[in-house]
């Protein structure tokens, strides 16, 4: 199989392409604007790889997609606090940029498997969100956080459209709130920037005071990355067309926490790190409440709960995750500690 992933430096392609290489015997044709986050993955033969920009070279996005067999558009803004303070640049590069991918696909029946999101369901009252059921509840226009679950929610929908009218067959899945090692850059996790595990691991090793935004009430079932490349592959693979039009979410519902518990968590995973010489340094962190205006401006609106069903990952993929909260996020600092320990080296710094 020759799989072509669009975003494939990104947090789920950079995995997705080592775990595919590594288990299977498809060739992976991957764009993307950097390759930090490769690794020896670019060496493999089997890894077909061109630095570029979505927006740009569009003619080798073509000609793969018409040689390829399936086609991942990985490449999106995911931070909330862009979708807040650049809901243009959302648009653009979420929503423009994957339909004229989806377009050409179509155009060479090619098989998309797309990334929606969890947020599509916004502020859904369901106690697990369901696929096929449940509603989508958005806050109003004036709210940009809003943006990339509408832009997501479209694409959806127009792949839905196209299966319909069309018989084009498309698989989309759902990620609930992935973690794990490259998941954000700790470097560029300022404020709001990154996604709140990485923002909280960041904190800690920049000594700034853990920010718990209206308290950290809300939960999130946080899923490790392994979890999630491994459904994903199966759906990929798409034994006797299973996935063929099918909407799955990817996410573990064991693993419900609320942001404050998350916090905790993180703080003592830093106190026993074998790496982290002083334990003072996770000690001395503060954690402080602060409201979403402070934190993210007006245009902000938060999800109370996200809750996934994941009753058709198990009846069509036999899939279930099996990484609890502490494992998943013990493995993830244990990444972003030895990359920073590594990094202060180069500078002459040492961890406090
Ligand atoms: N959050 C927080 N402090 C931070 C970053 C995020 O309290 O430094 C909260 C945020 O308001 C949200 C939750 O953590 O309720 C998860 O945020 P994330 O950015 O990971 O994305 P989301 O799950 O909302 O898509």
């Known amino acids: ?3 072509l992933i669009l975003g494939v430096n990104g947090f789920i392609g950079s995995h997705l392409s080592e775990r595919i290489l590594r288990e299977k015997d498809w060739d992976v044709y991957g764009l993307d604007i950097g390759f930090d986050k ?4 670019i060496k493999n033969p089997r890894f077909h790889f061109v630095e570029g920009d979505i927006t740009i070279n569009r003619e080798w996005i073509e000609y793969n997609i ?4 399936v086609v991942l558009p990985l490449v999106a803004i995911a931070t909330p606090a862009t979708y807040v303070k650049n809901p243009l640049r959302v648009f653009e590069l979420d929503f423009e940029a994957n339909l004229a991918v989806i377009k050409s696909a179509v155009k060479y029946n090619t098989r998309v498997v797309f990334p929606s999101t969890s947020e599509v369901y916004g502020m859904c009252t369901d106690e697990v969100f369901d696929e096929d059921k449940s509603n989508f509840i958005l ?8 943006i990339y679950s509408c832009c997501k929610q479209l694409l959806d929908r127009v792949l839905w459209a196209y299966g319909f009218e069309r018989n084009f067959h498309f698989s989309i899945f759902r990620p609930y709130n992935w973690v ?3 998941l954000d850059s700790i470097a560029a996790s300022k404020e709001g920037s990154s996604r709140v595990v990485t923002q909280f691991i960041g904190n800690i090793l920049r000594d700034e005071p853990i920010k718990l935004v209206n308290g950290g009430h809300q939960k999130r079932c946080f899923l490790y990355i392994d979890d999630g490349i491994d459904c994903l592959i199966r759906i ?3 034994k006797n067309d299973a996935c063929n039009k099918q909407i799955i979410n990817i996410g573990n519902p064991k693993n419900n926490i609320t942001i404050k518990e998350l916090a ?8 026993k790190h074998p790496l982290v010489k002083s334990k003072r340094l996770a000690r001395k962190v503060r954690i402080e409440d602060v409201s979403q205006d402070q934190f993210y401006g007006e245009g902000y609106q938060d999800v109370t709960f996200r809750v996934p069903s ?3 990952a198990k009846a069509l993929l036999g899939w279930a995750p099996r990484y609890d909260v502490d494992t998943a996020l013990t493995r993830t600092i244990d990444h972003y500690v030895k990359e920073y320990l590594e990094n202060s080296k180069r500078c002459g710094k040492e961890l406090r």
């Open 1 to 3: 199989m020759k799989v």
């Open 38 to 41: 490769l690794g020896t993955v």
């Open 66 to 69: 018409k040689k390829c067999d």
């Open 139 to 146: 806050g109003p226009t004036s709210k940009q956080r809003w």
């Open 180 to 182: 794990g090692p490259r």
């Open 236 to 238: 990929i693979e798409n």
């Open 264 to 271: 905790v968590r993180i703080k003592k995973i830093f106190e």
């Open 310 to 312: 994941i009753k058709k």
